[in-house]
């Protein structure tokens, strides 16, 4: 009987105020979106710096480089890349 009038109870709640499950239900919907957005990518591409998963874990520490030298390697990179054709 207390379970029959704890439902009853919850039910006349949500009578009462219904934007409760309407915002649990978006929040529920907004999860479900991001769950299906992460099964359906595509993998990373394959890079020099990614390896098999695994337990194990490598770390490499190099001395501070200026952001302004990145920063040109990255503009010779995107200059070259636009006037070579690479075989591929």
């Given at each position: 009987?207390?379970?029959?009038?704890?439902?009853?109870?919850?039910?006349?709640?949500?009578a009462?105020?219904?934007?409760?499950?309407?915002?649990?239900?978006?929040?529920?919907?907004?999860?479900?979106?991001?769950?299906?957005?992460?099964?359906?990518?595509?993998?990373?591409?394959?890079?020099?710096?990614?390896?098999?998963?695994?337990?194990r874990?490598?770390?490499?520490?190099?001395?501070?480089?200026?952001?302004?030298?990145?920063?040109?390697?990255?503009?010779?990179?995107r200059?070259?890349?636009?006037?070579?054709?690479?075989?591929?």
């Amino acid at each position: 009987m207390k379970a029959l009038r704890s439902g009853l109870d919850s039910a006349l709640a949500v009578a009462a105020h219904p934007e409760g499950v309407l915002d649990r239900a978006a929040v529920v919907l907004d999860g479900a979106g991001m769950l299906v957005g992460e099964l359906l990518k595509k993998p990373d591409p394959r890079s020099p710096l990614k390896g098999e998963f695994g337990l194990r874990k490598r770390v490499a520490w190099s001395a501070p480089v200026a952001l302004q030298d990145i920063r040109a390697i990255g503009a010779r990179r995107r200059r070259r890349s636009t006037t070579c054709s690479w075989p591929g």
